[in-house]
């Protein structure tokens, strides 16, 4: 039985840490928070690891390995923590491949080949692999962000094995690092093993070769003739019959085993090349078990994949912003369930010819007209991403109740697959539950999860129940109980009543030949835990809410404690969207740093530890939660799209609330807050604020007592700034609307809401701004008191505002995003009730409006093309499309948006000395490259206030708000 040779340190243990700074080059994290941001996975467990270190290079990972092995500290290598069943949590050194370890070594383009490193993401490796016509095949829902060795220790397989098979049919050698520090690697060897492989290497491989031999008989009997099949060691690649059928790659061995026989240095993957047309038929049907029965005629059409979306996820898809609109194309009347049927080749007509016979087998079952062809590309990403985003739409239930991940991936015959479906359906009703159901129709492996509250006990007792029944209902169907996602804890203890004593004995003997201390990844695969040890839980039986935490702002639309806050912070099921390598706004403070610190999942983690008093009391405010949101730029991009809704930027303002009370704000934070005060004094007398950025050495001396950083200039206050009295005051009559002039534009860029006002009335409107009383400061949404969490002033100024822009019905019109969206955001948080609600149904972006109303405007040409940035919360809010659309209201103007995350401006954020380097890098990620590529003649366009400054700041490139290109195209 594997033992550590010594007792392992207690967890943060300072010496060992101090050890690995110095004997390694990697990033040791060791604080309380850097552990409970890598206690949990998406599974449902949570267990504390002894630290963390992120290697620069495959030397580091050996030295700790070599330290760890000293000082008898279990290892536990992790790629993006996604795993589903606990693989990637345990009391270890968790080694984190990400930052650092995701490069790829080579490409082959005519073998077909490539070798990476373990930390590169499956989405990066492919868009990599492009410009040579190939891509590696193995497609997880989480391909923008699991890592290849993350993908290779679970054997994971994707919606297209049907096609290429599993990890272990693709990844062709590992160059291994084994626990006794040796180094080898496992590939396709012959019987007779040459003098080049190392004495104790070759007495391993001889006693697999052994065992494999002398278990044959019992691996035929026993192992599941499935092809989704990834629990336990895969002995049947040691067989001397899978030798014989070239099937005895000892690098198999190694995949699907969880980080408990060696470390991947470098993974050799067979690629394929890309077929580049595709077409998708969205059969429907009228009951899951008519869509089950089907399943096994559509799959002799030969299809890449064949994919189930079930009632639920109908429902709760419809229920979230981003995939409303997705969901309804895809859905013909009221199906309850669909499977989406997916064709891939070289041209279009095979392809269309597959749709016809599709449509003729859907008829001669008996649905005749139940197809949805989709061709168009563009539908069939937003299909992909409603698809992958499968799991994250289940987990979208709001209340402690959530589909559970525990029997997820269990795969039966394709023929068995309704009866299989239905019996276990009838098992979850018994027990007062049901079950969400998604995926891989085409291979028998269908995602389910009970619902079932984790924190109940009862619960807790009914998922063991719900799993040795449904376990036993797989043994009858022979079928496999772990079908792409491993065995973690949640299965790992029953693997010996899936494969019998004798098996599981084996699994343990292959176990200790390559690790005979228990260093890596110990009691995962063999000498499991309980699967419902409440001890290893996230929800563990002392979890519970700090009472003393009242919240700022209103949560209640999340049940549960704190007002809904921890509801609302628990939505985040680690699943690690915002790890995304591409595409969208999230998580720009992680794409620029790379750091589990500054993503979204480490925040909400470190928000669920604060406030169930797991980082102490008073958590909330302290230095652990401060470090961990420092970075967050506020982008709302998580509002968006984080399919669980985890809105970071609200959350932000808690915990920087909390600490203001607790701390208060420095002279900087408040001088920043109260900008909108103070800015009417500073417009009169322009010239003093400008001093900074004209005389030397002030901006130096601004750096070292305000903290703005001495080579950024700073934005110039207008002496011609806006003033109300250039507008009439609102009467609310017909055709009227308010204007809201922010304050960036009102003292910084006037000439932008002279443009608004300017456009309105061109269009036929009556422009009016709604006035604070005589003599009073103008009117002011508090964004800027918001970031710095002065919520009490920021409310304030909320109720000052709300008071009176509701006095008239007319739409409120801002062209600010982070001012105007605001009042549709935070005041109905801060101001709960109908006045809120309803001011926020009215407020509206100028782009917004046009694209709403749709009225004339005479328009001349003004440029060849306008290449326009998005402001984040443009996008967190679905408004950047209007702004596309009122720059395509100019004739002869081409409008290119630019595909960019946060500018890294973000407000005050750019400005400040300590960020000045990561908001360059966000800017650098793709805005600022494609403004340099633009032609000197075209127009550079961002709503920003921010953005513009970034742009001119870092390209010397002017960027215009696109209300000043419309009025420039006024005939």
Known sequence: MNVMTKAAPRIGDSRLGDRLRRETGGEVLWTAGDRGRYATDASIYQI?????????????????????????????????????????????????????????????????????????????????????????????????????????????????????GLMADNVLGIDALLADGSRFRFADLPDNLGADVPSGIADLIQRLRALGAREAEEIAARFPEQLRRVGGYNLDALTPAARAAGRGNLARLLVGSEGTLAFSAALDLRLWPIKPRKALGICQFPSFRAAMAASQHLVTLDPEAVELVDRTMIDLGRSIPIYRATIDRMVRGEPDSLLIVEFHGQEDAPLAAALDRLEEMMADLGYPGSVVRCIDPGFQAAVAEVREAGLNIMMSMKGDGKPVSFIEDCAVALPDLANYTERLNAVFERHG???????????????????????????????????????????????????????????????????????????????????????????????????????????????????????????????????????????????????????????????????????????????????????????????????????????????????????????????????????????????????????????????????????????????????????????????DAFRDSELPAPDGREGEVILYPDAFNRYFEPENLRAAARVLAAAGYRVAV?????????????????????????????????????????????????????????????????????????????????????????????????????HCHQKSFGAFPAAVAMLSLVPGLKVMPITSSCCGMAGSFGYEAENLAVSKAMAELSLLPAVRAAPADHLIVADGTSCRHQIADLSGRTALHSVRVLEMALA
Not at 133 to 150: E, K, Q, Y
Not at 600 to 614: D, E
């Open 48 to 164: 504390e690891p002894v630290g963390v270190l992120v290697p620069r290079s495959i030397a580091d990972v050996e030295a700790a390995m070599a330290i760890c092995r000293e000082e008898g500290v279990p290892v536990l290598p992790r790629g993006g923590g996604t795993s589903q069943c606990g693989q990637t949590v345990n009391r270890a050194l968790v080694i984190d491949c990400t930052k650092h370890l995701r490069d790829v070594v080579a490409v082959d383009p005519d073998a077909r080949t490539a070798t990476v490193r373990p930390g590169i993401a499956l989405g990066a490796l492919n868009d990599a692999l492009k410009r040579h016509g190939l891509f590696f095949p193995v497609d997880p829902s989480t391909w923008a962000r699991c890592t290849i060795g993350g993908m290779a220790g679970n054997n994971s397989c994707g919606s297209k094995s049907i096609r290429y």
């Open 433 to 719: 539950t049901r079950g969400t159901w998604y995926a891989h129709a085409s291979v028998g492996c269908l995602h389910v999860r009970p619902v079932l509250n984790m924190k109940d006990p009862g619960d807790v007792r009914r998922m063991r129940e719900i799993a040795e029944e449904c376990f036993a209902l797989v043994r009858e169907y022979k079928g496999s109980h772990s079908g792409e996602h491993g065995d973690g804890i949640v299965r790992s203890e029953f693997n010996e009543p899936m494969f019998g004593p004798r098996i599981a004995r084996a699994f343990e003997a292959v176990k200790d030949a390559f690790d005979p201390a228990g260093l890596l990844n110990p009691g995962r695969v063999v000498r499991a835990p309980k699967m419902d040890d409440r001890s290893l839980f996230r929800y563990h039986p002392d979890y519970a809410a700090d009472a003393a935490v009242t919240p700022a702002l209103d949560w209640s639309a999340w049940p549960g404690p704190q007002g809904g806050l921890l509801g609302a912070v628990e939505m985040c099921n680690n699943n690690g969207t915002c790890r995304k390598f591409d595409a969208g706004v999230m998580c720009p403070s992680f794409r620029a740093t790379r750091d589990e610190q500054h993503l979204t999942r480490g925040r909400a983690n470190t928000l669920r530890l604060a406030l169930t008093g797991q980082l102490g009391p008073d958590a909330l405010a302290s230095e652990e939660v401060h470090a961990a949101l420092r970075l967050c730029v506020s982008c709302k991009g998580c509002r968006r799209e984080c399919p669980t809704g985890v809105d970071m930027a609200k959350m932000k303002i808690e915990a920087m609330a909390a600490r203001a009370r607790k701390h208060g704000i420095n002279a900087k934070d408040r001088l920043i807050a109260t900008l909108p005060r103070w800015a009417p004094f500073a417009s009169k007398a322009p010239f003093l604020a400008a001093a900074r950025d004209r005389i030397p050495g002030l901006a130096s001396l601004s750096e070292r007592l305000f903290g703005f950083a001495a080579e950024r200039s700073l934005p110039r206050f207008r002496r």
């Open 770 to 870: 709604a006035r604070p009383p005589k003599g009073a400061r103008p009117l002011d949404e508090g964004r800027t008191l918001l970031a710095a969490g002065l919520v009490e002033e920021a409310r304030a100024e909320a109720r000052r505002t709300l008071e009176a822009l509701s006095s008239f019905p007319s739409p409120v019109i801002g062209i600010e995003p982070s001012s105007l969206l605001t009042l549709r955001d935070e005041f109905p948080a801060l101001l709960p009730g109908e006045a809120a609600r309803a001011l926020a149904d009215r407020a509206l972006l100028l782009s917004e409006f046009l694209a709403r109303e749709k009225p004339r405007l005479a328009l001349k040409p003004v440029a060849p093309a306008a290449h326009i940035h998005g």
